[in-house]
């Protein structure tokens, strides 16, 4: 799976207004934003949505989480063929809201690489990205968790944590794509990330609960494109 | 939320035959049995198929979980809301591949009920069963969990566990549907769960992983029209 | 294992303050009140403390926690057998800190009652009050998360969530004996308490985070005195 | 903290053979054993034994978990700061049986060097244990789960994995002291392990659940004494 960089990764959460009827409606502001920029802007929604927006949507659907699991008796957990027959290119895997056990985020990374998807794991800080890098996955998304939510950028508040996690990260493992989260709700949030050396960021409320989300991706679009210029 | 009785309630669990595609076909013959004999089944498909077979079927559709939580920052887990939006119109809780904490079925129980969904709570033995009837669930399905996926049924193998829990559920209120599961495979398993008492079944494998589930279907609901003779 | 009541139940948590040698002498200024005054005064230290206390003072001593499990291969569960061991004549179940699943309540009354030790199951409101009576414990300790470790005594905010929880236990099982906690500080608090039916409290940063535990306890044992006369 | 090398960690789970008088016994036989032999023997007992213990010997004690919490309101958690008072010199994490969260694993190391103890963190394969050098342990104990308890030892059955993980683990930290574990319960198995390069040996019911606990450690310490002729 070769996903294309810079990466705009809108993860929907559990938000009423990126549930149902409002996630399709963002998520096709995103589709639209990338075939008038060619800026690359990943959709995490909620797991019931993945199938109806994967069907809406030429833009990579990820799922928000994907259990440590094997298909068959699993009540209410979600495997990797579940969320791959929904249309899903990748999965969120360890996200401060739903942290794994270390051995868990290995079984979830192994079954997302077997069934050909990209799994993006989340980590806290330098340390733990450097772990998380020793266990290969496709990308690691650094956020420290104090910033979640808060609209104070990663990439202004702690361009420390960014390079630093960037550089433990590549020390261990060259192949990993970082992206940075926490707190960015603008298109200059996006580009001093991007200026930091990430290849992509991981953000959430600062698109969907903007008032406009279209808007707001538009600008981080264009953000990406001066960086790149 | 109104469901017909008695009701043969199918839990797809995340079994690769009841996942996708597959959960689709399970589900239309659900469906066709319906429209054939009038008898009620409903299916648990895992979160990502919920909306597809929702759209497809008429009968009802139900989640295998949900999470205890409000709308909000929640990275991958499932709210009422986005179940609902999807087309479930309940929940199995608590089943036992997926315990809740106590206080935490109180709180789906509830969330469900505000929104107009029916709970299904899964019980392990009589002392549970009537814990939680006094938590005032719209179903409970007892089901012992060293008989689940065996094939020997309950209503055979331990037909005092499901009388058992019948009257300990309506000592403590009078108001619970109770299901009875764990090892229910054929037509003969629903009537005697049903002579016993139950006001319907829950399975799993029985039908899921089946050879031909529209036949064990069909000959389920012919038991449940025999009982009612 | 019988408890003489009214039980004031001091919970040490994993404050510093309620560990080691701090933990030792609270205990031993409860076992002081209790000789001076004949009020029964239990003390549920942390794990590692419970067998240096229960060997050096008169009072019951109480685990915080005990896992679900027979002994065997658990690395770093608590067994029941472990607790009783160390001299724990019963234990807190399902504090509002450490929830549980509901079968597992099940399991860790069951087991205690087989060891002849006693359980206190913590509820947070009067439906799971009731639940958690249909399990047969020997205490229920009603807590409203809310007024946890704030000062404001469960008894005077919300004295209807007392009085409705001791009904609605009641009505489910007459055998238990109801204890109530959140916000208790003062012997006030416990006067309150008692006067609205409940037969102890529970609390813990009232007496453990005080200035002079000792002072605390001996006025929250004149309070008991006082409802007696 | 200075732990003397080789190490035999002798883990005595929530097994009634390592409870109370039993741990007791079998704590003071490995006292016995090093003060004979001079090989370093560490032990792990349930947390309500690690202060009876610790007072009683001279070799390290253990503790089989902590928490990743600082003091506070953490009912039935246990702090470092608890098992430290009690005489633990450093405590087992992450055990296959007590899996931590990545961000976990994290704390609990942090926590302990803070206060001066030693963490001994378990993995399962090479890559998750070059994942936990990545977090700076003192050391890493590597269990293959599937050999655990079964009394195939994994320096015989899967020499490779013993190899392989130290090489893993030495490439991202070469401060990382490693013992392996699963299956040892002679001391040809420990010489194996020693031989292979471990500095130690992590096991559990070799030991604990022996007829005669004490032969099996001597025949261990000889088995380090030949090694290291």
Known sequence: MNIPLPLILVNFKAYSQGTGANALK?????????????VNIGVAPVATDIRMISESVDVPVFAQHVDPIEPGSHTGFL??????????????????????RLADIDVCINNLRKAGLVSVVCTNNEIVSSAAAALNPDFIAIEPPELIGTG????????????????????VNRNVIVLCGAGITTGDDVYAALKLGAQGVL?????????NPFDVLMSMAEAVIKVEE
């Open 203 to 211: 953000l959430a409320s600062g698109v969907v609960k903007a008032k």
């Open 26 to 38: 963002i998520a096709k502001g995103a589709d639209l934003v990338f075939k008038e920029t060619g």
């Open 152 to 171: 104070i950028p990663v990439s202004k508040a702690k361009p420390e944590v960014v390079t630093g996690s960037l550089e433990a990260v590549h020390k």
């Open 79 to 100: 495997t990797v063929e579940a969320v791959k027959e929904a249309g899903a290119i990748g999965s969120l895997v360890n996200h401060s809201e739903h942290r794994l």
